[in-house]
């Protein structure tokens, strides 16, 4: 059995996703920008097909849709296109420190650009503090930008509130969801959204397309471009579209919006069951994020006394993510766990598990059997643990120094 747990980190493509993707690779393979003959028109109106598609599941308008290659060009459009554009207004951009690398670096680059960015903290929970937010807007700040729900933990950011927060202090409110976008009920009106960042692979799409909602009035939202060409996507993205793509995100935006009702509880009653399991066979492990204000397809877990890349070498048929960072040499704690006071030692023991649509009631269990025996014998080989399982308070301990 080979189980895949590592959803939140991309998705396979839906066979009806590819099935509707196909016709565009082979005999409607025209250029969306072609005027002047059939080929054009027929790719034309799949994207327009597809803009509909995405704006649909976040109560958008299809015009307000601009194509991208993927979430991490989509945040960096949002971010330097609209630091770029209104720089004579402010040069203030407020953002958190648990958002995914594609908002931190745009960010940090505009730092370096002479812009001021406030990174707020979190909560133990992951969530930040409005009243925060508040204090930090200034008459120079221009864009605010929190995500939906993140990637790593799971936790939701009350979005509704920081949008009407936004509106209030007139400040541009950009949101990246990529991993909440057809997960869990998205309304840009209602939450006062300007900018909208999301992402084909986390849906049940291709990998290489995104979507950027621009909001077009109330206010008219402007981006200076990050690429420069022939002016396709209101002018604020440039390239020759990239159409079986387009048509796979708007497949699977359209599907992801039929299924949500029904799949999210699946998802969630699984990501339970695996939790519950977990926890009732084993000591000393804790669950990483908001209790009840999550996405339905993330569980992140501590595993005291056991490192996560060991126990992810101890059960190598269950794919997952670990909270290190396994770059070259280092193995960094990861910055979202840390954001959130877990303390290096458990940053280094959590695993990330993310379900979705393919995952079945038999592969939790599975998952769950792998999981309690690695950790078992990895405890096993603890000194540390067995101290605490002989009742030593290890926090007590004076270790002897040399
Ligand atoms: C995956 C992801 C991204 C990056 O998206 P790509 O399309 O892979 O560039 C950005 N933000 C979040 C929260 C993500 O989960």
């Known amino acids: 059995m080979k189980v895949y747990l590592d959803y939140n980190a991309t998705t396979p493509v839906d066979p009806a996703v590819l099935e509707a993707m196909l016709p565009y690779f082979r005999e409607r393979f025209g250029n969306a920008a072609s005027r002047s003959h059939a080929f054009g028109w027929e790719a034309e109106a799949a994207v327009k097909r597809a803009r509909e598609q995405v704006a649909e599941l976040i109560n958008a308008q299809p015009e307000d849709i601009l194509f991208t290659s993927g979430a991490t060009e989509g945040n960096n459009l949002a971010l330097k296109g609209a630091a770029a554009m ?12 648990t958002e995914h690398k594609a908002v931190l670096d745009p960010c940090k680059y505009l730092e370096q650009k002479g812009y001021r960015v406030t990174f707020l903290p979190v909560d133990a929970t992951g969530r930040i ?26 936790t939701l950011q009350p979005i509704a ?17 990529c991993q909440t976008f057809g997960k869990v009920p998205i309304d840009v009106q209602a939450c006062g959204i300007d900018l909208l ?56 935006a359209e599907i992801a919006g039929r299924q949500m009702a029904t799949e999210g509880p699946r998802v969630a009653a699984l990501r339970d069951r695996l939790r519950d399991g977990l926890l009732a066979q084993l000591d000393h492990v804790t669950v990483n994020g908001h209790p009840t204000e999550r996405i339905p397809t993330n569980l992140n877990v501590s595993f005291a006394f056991v490192e996560g890349e060991s126990l992810m070498m101890g059960m190598d048929d269950i794919a997952v993510s670990s909270g290190s960072a396994c770059t070259s040499a280092s193995l960094e704690p990861s910055y979202v766990l840390r954001a959130l006071g877990v303390g290096d030692d458990l940053a280094h023991s959590s695993i990330r598990f993310s379900l979705g649509r393919f995952t079945t009631e038999a592969e939790i269990d599975y998952t769950i059997e792998r999981v309690v025996a690695a950790v078992r014998r990895l405890r096993a080989m603890s000194p540390l643990y067995e101290m605490v399982q002989e009742g030593v308070d290890l926090k007590a301990v004076q270790w002897q120094p040399h």
């Open 86 to 97: 209104y720089a004579e207004q402010g040069k203030h951009v407020i953002t958190q420190v």
């Open 161 to 177: 509130e920081i949008g009407r927060l936004c509106k209030e202090r007139g400040v541009l409110f950009h949101t990246d969801c």
């Open 197 to 252: 960042t999301c992402s084909g692979h986390k849906i049940y799409g291709p990998k290489g397309v995104g979507a950027v909602y621009v909001r077009r009035t109330r206010p008219r939202v402007r981006l200076e471009p990050l690429l420069h060409g022939g002016g396709h996507e209101r002018g604020m993205r440039s390239g020759t579209l990239n159409v079986p793509g387009i048509v796979g995100l708007g497949a699977a």
């Open 129 to 154: 503090d409005l009243a925060q937010l508040a204090e930090a807007i200034k008459p120079d700040t221009i864009l605010v930008s929190i995500m939906h729900g993140n990637n790593e933990i799971g």
